[in-house]
């Protein structure tokens, strides 16, 4: 009588030839197996396993009939799977197999024509460049709603003003619409970065068989058609290697989560004490479970932290690739793990922040607006104030460095000096210097083309608005 793991042996001595006499130790088939995590890819594979069935019919390597059998097999297992089933266990070693297993059983021995032709080392490139397409194009549509949420905070406060920074250090006064454009357009940046990755990924590596393609008259552009791909790999040993395109989404999701976590940083700081600049509100902020005045930016602070784990699975990804001969080595079973968690964190912290800005903070414009009037922020202004009547630029500016400092000895902004104390600056100083160093004006006067001058927003905004109006038709 067979005990457990006597069964276990031979379920898996019989996934591989008669070339083994004996079958894998149940630790290294749990070591070897995939089935935990690639089960992920199991809708795709159905979809690429029925497109190339279709081909094997087109193409007379199989009976038209054999190739109905197949798909309509291949369908109720994705049907058994999407109501739970058909879930296959670590017997089953990876998707493909449990897939090809369960197959057999519905159709009998014609299932166990699906593999002609075809390695599991192509299969799983087919499938992995299915799931990543799909994967783009919902990334992509998050960060449009990320976008145009942005973009509707942004025209609520194009004359909200807020303190611009450089080094941390209050640089000069913007227009809030003005900063937070500028995620709109990293945002915009990403979005087209990800259209350039697709590009990559949508090339299909079905027919290259395990590293040399095969013997048998298949049509590699006839499975790409159906299967939607724009081309198909040129040469075999690098179609079923390349893992370029991963690599190459990692980084643009790295790039999207380096985005996200800068404005997770900013906001963190507009929440603190010190800044107010901002209120969160409940639905998406926590408490202290020792102090009760406590409201924690727990989803910035999450996206923040997040960040790095994608960042990990690209270098982990270019570590794995580096010192792999050609052609297909096991070691790329590692792509997958990496690659899904990468896929769900960027997705996740894209939902959670665009949820943040749509209704969990709330900008505090008086507080804002007493922001931008306590610094010397306008002191550029100062000097471009003299420059416009005459003063060379470098004097001016030196001559307000001299102002600043005397002022801060004497406890004053700029708008505290009276008029005389200005004349006795420079005689160019006249009563309309009160309103020129005024925030406001300050930040309306900036309206050169990309400025954080309200026209020069307002414009911006209409732009956006007509971009994505334009690629969306």
């Known amino acids: 009588m067979p005990t457990p793991h006597s069964r276990f042996f031979m379920t898996q001595q019989q996934t591989w030839s008669q070339r083994f006499e004996s079958a894998l130790h149940p630790a290294i088939a749990r070591f070897n197996a995939s089935i935990s995590f690639d089960i992920e890819l199991i809708e795709y594979d159905l979809t690429g ?19 109905e059998q197949l798909v309509t097999g291949l369908e109720q ?31 009998g021995d014609v299932g166990k024509k699906l593999h002609t032709a075809r ?33 509707d905070i942004a025209e609520q406060n194009i004359e909200t003003l807020i303190p611009g920074y450089t080094h941390l250090q209050r640089a000069q006064p913007l227009s ?64 079923v290697s390349d893992r370029d395109f991963a690599i190459e989404f990692l980084s643009a999701a790295s790039l999207i989560m380096v985005h996200l976590s800068r404005l997770s940083e900013e906001i963190i700081l507009w929440a603190s004490e010190e800044f107010r600049f901002i209120t969160l509100k409940d639905s998406c902020a926590t408490g202290s479970s020792i102090m009760p005045q406590k409201k924690n930016p727990d989803v910035p602070e999450l996206v923040r932290g997040k960040t790095g784990r994608v ?22 079973q590692e792509d997958k793990e990496g690659l899904f968690d990468g896929v769900n964190t960027v997705k996740a912290c894209l939902e959670a922040m665009t949820i943040l800005l749509r209704e969990g903070l709330e900008f505090r414009s008086q507080r804002l607006n007493e922001a931008v009037a306590e ?10 104030y003299l420059a416009a009547r005459g003063v060379p630029f470098r004097e001016a500016y030196n001559l307000v460095g ?4 005397t002022s801060i000895a004497a406890g004053k902004l700029l708008k505290d000096l009276t008029l005389d104390e200005w004349q006795q600056i420079h005689p160019a100083f006249a009563a309309d210097i009160y309103e020129a160093i005024s925030p406001r004006t300050v930040v309306s006067a900036r309206n050169s083309y990309g400025g954080t001058g309200f026209a020069q927003v307002n414009k911006a905004i209409l732009a956006a608005r007509a971009q994505i109006k334009d690629e969306v038709s």
Request: proline share 2%; charged share 25%.
């Open 402 to 405: 001299k102002v600043v400092k």
């Open 77 to 107: 297992i994705r049907q058994e799977y999407r109501q739970r089933q058909f879930q296959p266990g670590i017997d089953a070693e990876d998707v493909h197999f449990a897939v090809e297993r369960r197959l057999t059983e519905i159709v």
């Open 375 to 384: 610094d010397f922020s306008n002191a550029t202004d100062v000097a471009d």
């Open 311 to 332: 960042f990990g699975h690209l270098q982990a990804m270019l570590v794995m690739m580096k010192g792999l001969p050609l052609a297909y080595n096991k070691d790329l």
């Open 176 to 239: 809030l619409a003005h900063h937070l454009l500028a995620y709109f357009e990293m945002a915009q940046r990403d979005w087209e970065r990800l259209a350039d990755v697709y590009r990559r990924v949508n090339i299909s590596p079905l027919g290259c068989g395990a590293l040399a393609g095969t013997t048998f008259p298949i049509d590699r552009h006839y499975t790409a058609q159906l299967l939607e791909f724009d081309s198909v790999y040129a040469n075999s040993l690098d179609g």
């Open 119 to 151: 390695s599991r080392n192509d299969q799983v490139g087919t499938d992995t460049r299915l799931y990543l397409r799909d994967q783009i194009y919902q990334i992509r549509r998050q960060l449009r709603e990320f976008q145009l949420v942005l973009l």
């Open 49 to 67: 396993s029925q497109a190339h069935a279709k081909m094997l019919a087109h193409t007379g390597i199989i009976s038209q009939e054999e190739g």
